[in-house]
C-alpha cells in the first residue's frame, strides 16, 4: 500500500461547513469517558479545530496539540482555539505517517475521519501508536459510505454512493474505512482494543437543509468535483443532476439520512 493518497474532500467552504459542526460530543464521544485532566493529546486530522478545542476544554491541565497537512486549516483551528480563550493547545502542519515527536510523547493520540483518506491506514496506526505512551489510547473513528442509509429512496444517490466510493478509492483511500477499523488496529499490532460504533442522523427539518445543502454545494464545487471529472468517472452535467438530487432528498418531510461509524479505543 502507498502512504500518501489524495485528500479527496479538499477544503473548499462546503466541506469546511461540515467539519465546523463537529464537537466533542457528536464525534468523539466514545472517547469521553477515558480523558483526564491533565492529559496530554493528539488530535490528528485536527481540521479547523473544534473537536480539538472542546477536547483541550476537556483537559485544562493538559495540554491538546492538533495537526494537519493543510496549513490554511491549522491556522483557522489555531483562531477558533484562541477566540475560544484556551491556553492548552498548539498546533502544526503535520504528516501521520511522519510524525515528529519523540515515542511516548501523548496519553491520548485521536483521529476522527482520518484513515479513511491514507493510502497505508495500518502505518498510522502504528505511527500513533509510536508516539503514544505505554497505557496510553490511540481512538479512531470513521464513517462506512457503503453502509449510509436514506429515506425517500431518490435514485441519483446511489449513484452518488457508487461515484463517492469509487473516486475515493482512485485516489488511494478506503471510503468504507468503518468496518475495517478493527482489522487494521489489529495488523498494526494492537491486542487491548476496544470497538464499538456510533450513528450521525439528520432527520429534522435543520438537520436535513443542512445536510443535503452541504452535499449539493460539495458535489459540483469542492476539490471532489474536480477529482471526479479528471479521472475520467463522470461529468460536470452528471455531477449538477446528483446536486438536484441532494436537494431533491432534503425537501422531503420525511427524509431521514444515517451515518454509521467505526470507532475504536487501542490501547498502546
Known sequence: MRETAVYTHGHHESVLRSHTWRT????????????????????????PGTITADLAALVPEGRVTGVDLAPEVVDRAREHAAERGLVNTGFAVADVNALAYEDGSFDVVHAHQVLQHLGDPVGALREMRRVCRPGGLVAVRDSDYGAFTWFPAVPVLDAWQSLYRKVARANGGEPDAGRRL???????????????????????????AWWSGLWADRTVSSSYAGIAVD???????????????????????????????????CRA
Do not use: K, Q
Open 231 to 265: 479521472g475520467g468517472h463522470t461529468t460536470h452535467e452528471r455531477l449538477a443532476e446528483i446536486g438536484r438530487g441532494w436537494r431533491e432528498w432534503g425537501a422531503h418531510e420525511d427524509a431521514w439520512f444515517t451515518v454509521p461509524h467505526g470507532e475504536l479505543l
Open 24 to 47: 466533542a460530543a457528536n464525534s468523539a464521544a466514545y472517547l469521553l469517558g477515558e480523558l483526564r485532566p491533565a492529559m496530554r493529546i493528539l488530535d490528528i486530522g485536527c481540521g
Open 182 to 208: 478493527l482489522s487494521w488496529a489489529r495488523e498494526a499490532g494492537f491486542t487491548d482494543i476496544t470497538p464499538g460504533a456510533g450513528i450521525w442522523c439528520f432527520a429534522t427539518p435543520e438537520d436535513r
